[in-house]
């Protein structure tokens, strides 16, 4: 992409109401615009990244097993009324009236709907185990909007529901998505501590959150810091193998994290005090499991092997998509701006040219534009009139993790400089051999 053909529109000063990091990055680095409260059009890059955000959920969700699809996101009141969660949500669903009179309401989540598709397909335990999943937003009417993205009233979400025959099978599914998002998180550059909850509207007892740990935070987190040398890594997962699953949710789930709502002061005092800690998180994820909650109450059976109905057992599980982006920056940015993870990056490159005009170094960074297009980098190329202090600003405020800078002196030399946005560190080599070096730390993820 070429920046004079971008739609990215920058803000040089610091929006006044955004009072956290992200929230102000986002909207400086033309990623979002608020179109009411709580609300958000996702302008071309911010798009861009909660695309790739998505595929990467999509990539695990499919790996685990489990079936995407597709859910609306106005739905009818009459299930709500069925399960007794129209009542019981309160003022955070918005509820809407059609036409013809009907309740109708915009989903904040979809247990009750998955249910009724489920019941009307599924009748016996030899179509068991099964997950569906769908990326939708969702609405929730919160007191207190804020952050951006991070506590929208429109936000998209990843939700997924499991059914299985009985509860150790159900067990399996909790710990299969554990293992799943763990995965997910890694992917996207993050540390991610699951941590013992409470279940809230959704019901059951149990439910691990996924906290990413920031100052901005808004949940309070207790846990031994022995968790965060724990990573999944490259290991071979057998989503069908109940025993790794339940181990690696034992393997996290054994030191010590909760957040406030479960905290046991006993307990954490139990850990020896250098390593007990205490922060603020940002919640990117739940799972839950509540046996028969919503089977029972909406009448969802199957037969078992023992020729017997019996009510499914069921879970759901949650991904704040558009949440993660805020969480991500939060995590990862300094005083000039975004500092993208390599996974996550909505351009792989930046190319700097420093005398647009000139027929050598325009030449040379058409050249490289081209070619780095062709190798799978998706180069954001700055060809724009500007003084090249103003297009360094742009680059650093964007975020990409490398950048590479064209200038008539390093042409004379054949070299150009590759820089690293995180470490700072630049270094001067041909145009290939940069290219080379980018197509080698983009393989790999
Ligand atoms: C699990 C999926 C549920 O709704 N039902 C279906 C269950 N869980 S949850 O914890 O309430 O939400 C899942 C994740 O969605 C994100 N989230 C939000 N993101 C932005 N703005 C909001 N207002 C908001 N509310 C929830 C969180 O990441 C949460 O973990």
Same mark, same amino acid.
């Given at each position: 992409?070429? $920046?004079?053909?971008?739609?990215?529109?920058?803000?040089?000063?610091?929006?006044?109401?955004?009072?956290?990091?992200?929230?102000?990055?986002?909207?400086?680095?033309? /990623?979002?615009?608020?179109?009411?409260?709580?609300?958000?059009?996702?302008?071309?890059? &911010?798009?861009? *990244?909660? =695309?790739?955000?998505?595929?990467? *959920?999509?990539?695990?969700?499919?790996?685990?097993?489990?079936?995407?699809?597709? /859910?609306?996101?106005?739905?009818?009141?009459? %299930?709500?009324? #069925?399960?007794? =969660?129209?009542?019981?949500?309160?003022?955070? /669903?918005?509820?809407?009236?059609?036409?013809?009179?009907?309740?109708?309401?915009?989903?904040?989540?979809?247990?009750?709907?998955?249910?009724?598709?489920?019941?009307?397909?599924?009748?016996?335990?030899?179509? $068991?185990?099964?997950?569906?999943?769908?990326?939708?937003?969702?609405?929730?009417?919160?007191?207190?909007?804020?952050?951006?993205?991070?506590?929208?009233?429109?936000?998209?979400?990843?939700? &997924?529901? @499991?059914?299985?025959?009985?509860?150790?099978? !159900?067990?399996?599914?909790? @710990?299969?998505?554990?293992?799943?998002? %763990?995965?997910?998180?890694?992917?996207?550059? %993050?540390?991610?501590?699951?941590?013992?909850?409470?279940?809230?509207?959704?019901?059951?007892?149990?439910?691990?959150?996924?906290?990413?740990?920031?100052?901005?935070?808004?949940?309070?987190?207790?846990?031994?810091?022995?968790?965060?040398?724990?990573?999944?890594?490259?290991?071979?997962?057998?989503?069908?193998?109940?025993?790794?699953?339940?181990?690696?949710?034992?393997?996290?789930?054994?030191?010590?994290?909760?957040?406030?709502?479960?905290?046991?002061?006993?307990?954490?005092?139990?850990?020896? #005090?250098?390593?007990?800690?205490?922060?603020?998180?940002?919640?990117?994820?739940?799972?839950?499991?509540?046996?028969?909650?919503?089977?029972?109450?909406?009448?969802?059976?199957?037969?078992?092997?023992?020729?017997?109905? *019996?009510? *499914?057992?069921?879970?759901?599980?949650?991904?704040?998509?558009?949440?993660?982006?805020?969480?991500?920056?939060?995590?990862?940015?300094?005083?000039?701006?975004?500092?993208?993870?390599?996974?996550?990056?909505?351009?792989?490159?930046?190319?700097?040219?420093?005398?647009?005009?000139?027929?050598?170094?325009?030449?040379?960074?058409?050249?490289?534009?081209?070619?780095?297009?062709?190798? &799978? $980098?998706?180069?954001?190329?700055?060809?724009?009139?500007?003084?090249?202090?103003?297009?360094? !600003?742009?680059?650093?405020?964007?975020?990409?993790?490398?950048?590479?800078?064209?200038?008539? =002196?390093?042409?004379?030399?054949?070299?150009?400089?590759?820089?690293?946005?995180?470490?700072?560190?630049?270094?001067?080599?041909?145009?290939? $051999?940069?290219?080379?070096? %980018?197509?080698?730390?983009?393989?790999?993820?």
């Amino acid at each position: 992409m070429r $920046l004079s053909k971008y739609f990215l529109p920058t803000l040089k000063e610091n929006p006044a109401d955004a009072q956290i990091a992200s929230h102000r990055l986002m909207l400086r680095a033309g /990623m979002i615009r608020q179109a009411a409260s709580g609300i958000y059009s996702w302008l071309p890059m &911010g798009f861009k *990244v909660l =695309r790739k955000l998505e595929n990467i *959920v999509h990539e695990e969700q499919i790996r685990a097993g489990h079936n995407p699809m597709l /859910m609306p996101t106005l739905q009818s009141a009459d %299930l709500w009324r #069925e399960s007794g =969660r129209y009542d019981d949500y309160g003022k955070e /669903m918005l509820r809407i009236t059609d036409r013809h009179g009907r309740d109708m309401l915009y989903g904040p989540t979809n247990e009750e709907l998955i249910t009724d598709i489920f019941r009307d397909s599924v009748q016996s335990h030899k179509d $068991l185990p099964l997950t569906l999943y769908h990326i939708q937003w969702k609405f929730r009417d919160e007191v207190r909007p804020r952050f951006g993205v991070m506590r929208g009233r429109e936000f998209f979400m990843k939700d &997924g529901y @499991n059914f299985d025959v009985d509860k150790p099978s !159900a067990m399996h599914a909790y @710990n299969r998505h554990l293992v799943s998002y %763990l995965r997910t998180y890694e992917r996207m550059g %993050l540390k991610a501590i699951p941590m013992r909850a409470d279940s809230g509207p959704i019901g059951g007892d149990d439910t691990h959150e996924f906290l990413v740990l920031a100052d901005t935070g808004e949940s309070e987190v207790f846990y031994d810091k022995n968790i965060l040398d724990l990573h999944l890594g490259d290991r071979k997962i057998d989503y069908d193998d109940w025993d790794q699953c339940a181990g690696i949710m034992k393997e996290w789930t054994t030191p010590y994290a909760r957040t406030d709502e479960t905290h046991d002061e006993a307990k954490f005092n139990e850990i020896p #005090e250098e390593r007990r800690m205490s922060s603020r998180g940002i919640e990117v994820g739940q799972i839950f499991y509540f046996g028969t909650k919503y089977s029972d109450a909406m009448n969802a059976k199957v037969v078992n092997s023992d020729n017997k109905e *019996v009510p *499914v057992h069921m879970g759901s599980h949650g991904i704040g998509v558009s949440r993660l982006i805020g969480a991500i920056i939060e995590a990862s940015h300094d005083d000039n701006g975004i500092i993208w993870p390599e996974a996550v990056t909505p351009f792989g490159v930046g190319i700097v040219n420093l005398k647009q005009g000139d027929d050598d170094t325009d030449g040379a960074c058409e050249a490289l534009y081209k070619s780095a297009t062709a190798l &799978g $980098l998706d180069p954001l190329y700055d060809d724009r009139k500007e003084r090249a202090g103003a297009k360094f !600003a742009s680059m650093d405020l964007i975020g990409l993790p490398w950048r590479i800078t064209v200038g008539p =002196r390093g042409l004379k030399n054949g070299v150009v400089e590759l820089t690293n946005r995180k470490s700072g560190e630049s270094e001067e080599m041909t145009a290939e $051999l940069a290219l080379e070096k %980018l197509a080698k730390v983009y393989a790999g993820i």
